[in-house]
């Protein structure tokens, strides 16, 4: 019965560290990234588990145009980490890499994917399977980073928005829409939010919306999933580290 429960805790944390979440136009100057760095502390909360769990997001610039966004929670059951270097591309986070780490009941999972953009080929590796390789478009980037994606289009005014994400596995197209307005409260502040859902098909079991705050140069507030297991919810805490 424990093993069963840390389980599905480890398997819900990494349902919520998944974002987890553009067309082009002029060129931005690297001095003045379309998203600004951060170190945002999130709480993340599933359905059925009777704690909630924190997960730090970190964007910053670690080299000329070289961005690193990073995606990290831990507790007694283990830790997972997720890793992202990109450089920008108009409102495209253009991934080079992707690293996941996910540490607890004594195993180590690993996952890696480099996506060469010279050759237009991504190569994935992962714990126990072959390597894999297969083709991307430019305007790619990857799981990690769709989040700031959706943060600098939304800022720019788009309502519909298509992203090719690359994964361990495949590069895919992703449809983001924004459906509506709420006010959320954050560390006793009331937050208006711009509310966005992923389309996926009609007969879909997984939803997933995802809330952005305007004020805020659109910064990811929460983001709220629901599958077969349940439903499962990221929330910032605070401002702060904006």
């Known amino acids: 019965m424990g ?7 480890t398997r819900s944390l990494r349902t ?13 100057a690297a001095a003045q990234p379309p998203v600004t760095p951060f170190t945002l502390d999130y709480r993340l909360k599933s359905e059925g588990i009777p704690f909630t769990i924190t997960a730090t997001r ?3 610039q670690v080299q000329g145009g070289l961005w690193k966004m990073e995606v990290s929670a831990k507790n007694w059951l283990g830790e997972i980490r997720e890793t992202a270097l990109f450089n920008w591309q108009s409102c495209t ?3 080079s890499y992707y690293g996941y780490l ?13 996506l060469n953009r010279e050759t237009g080929v991504a190569a994935s590796e992962r714990s126990g399977k072959a390597r894999l390789n ?11 980073s769709v989040s700031l994606a959706l943060q600098c289009a939304l800022e720019r005014g788009d309502k519909d928005i298509e992203l090719d994400v690359a994964d361990e596995k495949s590069v895919e197209k992703q449809r983001f829409q924004v459906v509506g307005e709420d006010i959320l409260k954050i560390d006793g502040e009331r937050l208006k939010t711009v509310k966005v859902q992923r389309v996926r098909e009609a007969n879909s079991p ?3 919306f995802m809330w952005f705050a305007p004020n805020h140069q659109f910064l990811l ?8 297991d349940g439903e499962h919810v990221m929330t910032l805490q605070s401002l702060e580290g904006q």
């Open 93 to 95: 986070p253009q991934s």
């Open 221 to 228: 507030v929460q983001l709220q999933q629901k599958n077969k």
């Open 58 to 60: 970190t964007l910053r």
């Open 134 to 144: 297969y083709p991307i478009s430019d305007t790619a980037t990857d799981e990690l």
């Open 206 to 208: 997984r939803q997933t």
């Open 3 to 9: 093993s069963l429960y840390r389980h599905r805790v």
């Open 16 to 28: 919520l560290l998944l974002l987890l979440v553009p067309l082009a136009v002029a060129p931005v």
């Open 102 to 114: 996910r540490k607890g009941l004594g195993r180590v999972k690993e996952a890696t994917l480099h």
